[in-house]
């Protein structure tokens, strides 16, 4: 699948924490910066997350704000 | 000011295109990823960003999204 | 790519209107419905979109709002 | 209420799952297709929202993206 | 329409601009405050949106992050 | 920290509702209105989160809809 989102990063999961409806996922980029991901556990699921597991982090461009220090 | 928003890179402005309305800004993260955020042509004005310029991405974590290559 | 946002719908690009950092996506899915879409100008260049193409159209659970009439 | 929002598509409710702060709810597209959302429980349960029930599905456009299978 | 949408506020434009494909419109809330929202060029003119009209500003609160100064 | 983000609104907290992942925050802005958030549990702590705490609230205009009673 190629997808309109801008931002496609490869990274390694370290984390996810399971709710009853949502689970929040680090991942650490290859550049070593860490993001956090909150998707539905269903998703973290049938994406068989777990740590180690190497994946891509999505996000739109329109959701990316800049700020200064 | 510190921000609920889970994921706060530092990074450096690569170019900015200015639309009616909006922005298109790339960043270069310190890890070497690149960034593309779509903000407002007044903030993208007001933030005085231009080719070079230190910022911050800044992205809410149920803004991103999970993958498997 | 296998991605985390649960909803991901075929159907056929109606039309594409370029502005200057966004387009506007109008699809007509398989079942009738016309979803409307905004991605920036680039990617709509890069997955080369005309009238007709077969695409997919990408949402992430928690963009989606529900209302009664 | 007329919303800018441009996706505003009628079905039904086919299940919701509720967390302590979200719920999961699944809706069948008069078109057939199946659309998930996540909400806070509040608004589900404000709603009144049960399996069955008449729906709308309301998306903003900058959160749909279009991808190539 | 009842949306699940949490955050319904009304307010009076102050100012509506147009670009190709969206629109940035200020809307004046009834506390005083101002808050910017841009939607798409097509949806502005057909809730017909120009200084003065009342209207209503909605934003999911999965939209909405929190800060300290 | 100057963000791109348009609105930036000060209030204070009402209540917090704490979930595995997510937590569910009410904050009452200066002009009277209530505004509702959804950030991560972990956001909510570490932001020291408590009825009564001055916080901003923070939106992306790009999250802001316009509707019509």
Same mark, same amino acid.
């Given at each position: 699948?190629?997808?309109?989102?801008?931002?496609?990063?490869?990274?390694?999961?370290?984390?996810? $924490?399971?709710?009853?409806?949502?689970?929040?996922?680090?991942?650490? /980029?290859?550049?070593?910066? &860490?993001?956090?991901?909150?998707? $539905?556990?269903?998703?973290?699921?049938?994406?068989?997350?777990? &740590?180690?597991?190497?994946? /891509?982090?999505?996000?739109?461009?329109?959701?990316?704000?800049?700020? /200064?220090?």
């Amino acid at each position: 699948m190629q997808i309109s989102a801008r931002n496609v990063l490869s990274g390694r999961v370290k984390s996810v $924490t399971y709710g009853v409806v949502s689970a929040e996922v680090v991942v650490e /980029l290859s550049g070593g910066e &860490e993001i956090v991901s909150v998707i $539905t556990k269903r998703s973290a699921e049938e994406l068989g997350l777990s &740590e180690g597991k190497e994946v /891509l982090v999505v996000v739109k461009a329109t959701s990316v704000m800049i700020a /200064l220090e």
